[in-house]
C-alpha cells in the first residue's frame, strides 16, 4: 500500500495498516462497500462463515480500569466467568471507554493498534480456521490471517474463554 493510499484511509484504519506493515504481515486491510459491525454482517459481506470472523470484545478490568480484549470466533460467545478465570474480575466496557482506551469504536476494534495496550486474549476456537478475517479499525474495514499470526500480532495466549457450545 502506498502513501498516497494509506492516507486516504480513515485514521483507524491508517494505524492498523501501519501495524501490520511494521510487522511484516501480507494482507493489508480493505475497505468493503458495506459495514461489518457485526459477525454475521462481516460474514455476508466476505462470503465466509460466521466462524471465520475474529470478533474483538472489549471488557473493564475491575481491579485496575484495564482494557480486556477478547478476541474470538464470530460463532462463539465468551464466557466471562473463564475471562475472570484469567484477568480477574472484568465488567461491561461501555462506548466511551472503548474508543478511549482502544482508538477504535465499537464495530470497527481491531485485535492490534490499539490507543493504550489491553490485555489480550485469544480464544483457541478461532484455531478451527486456516484464515479468519479481523476489523482493521473501522466498520467497513477488515484484513485477512492466520489464527496464528494473530497470536505473533498481539503476543497474548490462546485459552479457552468461551461458552460450550449445545450439541
Known amino acids: 500500500m502506498c502513501g498516497a493510499e ?18 511484516g ?11 461489518a459491525r457485526t459477525a ?26 484495564a482494557a480486556v480484549l ?17 484477568v480477574g474480575k472484568i465488567g461491561r466496557a461501555d462506548a466511551g471507554f472503548v474508543k478511549e482506551r482502544t482508538g477504535f469504536s465499537i464495530g470497527g476494534v481491531s485485535p492490534i493498534a490499539h490507543a493504550t495496550p489491553p490485555v ?7 484455531l478451527r480456521f486456516e ?9 467497513h474495514g477488515v484484513f485477512p490471517l492466520h489464527p496464528g499470526d494473530l497470536q505473533r500480532l498481539t503476543g497474548a495466549p490462546v485459552v479457552d474463554v468461551v461458552q460450550e457450545v449445545a450439541a
Open 70 to 86: 477478547v478476541i474470538t470466533s464470530g460463532d462463539r460467545r465468551v464466557d466471562e466467568k473463564k475471562v475472570e478465570a484469567h
Open 25 to 35: 504481515h501480507p494482507h493489508m486491510p480493505r475497505m468493503l462497500d458495506d459495514a
Open 131 to 139: 484464515v479468519v478475517w479481523a476489523a482493521a479499525g473501522h466498520p
Open 40 to 65: 454475521q454482517q462481516a460474514a455476508d459481506v466476505l462470503g465466509i462463515l460466521v466462524g471465520q470472523v475474529a470478533k474483538s470484545i472489549i471488557f473493564r478490568r475491575k481491579s485496575d480500569d
Open 6 to 23: 494509506l492516507k486516504a484511509l480513515p485514521e483507524g484504519v491508517q494505524r492498523v495498516a501501519a501495524a501490520l506493515q511494521a510487522h
Open 120 to 126: 489480550t486474549l485469544i480464544d483457541q476456537e478461532l
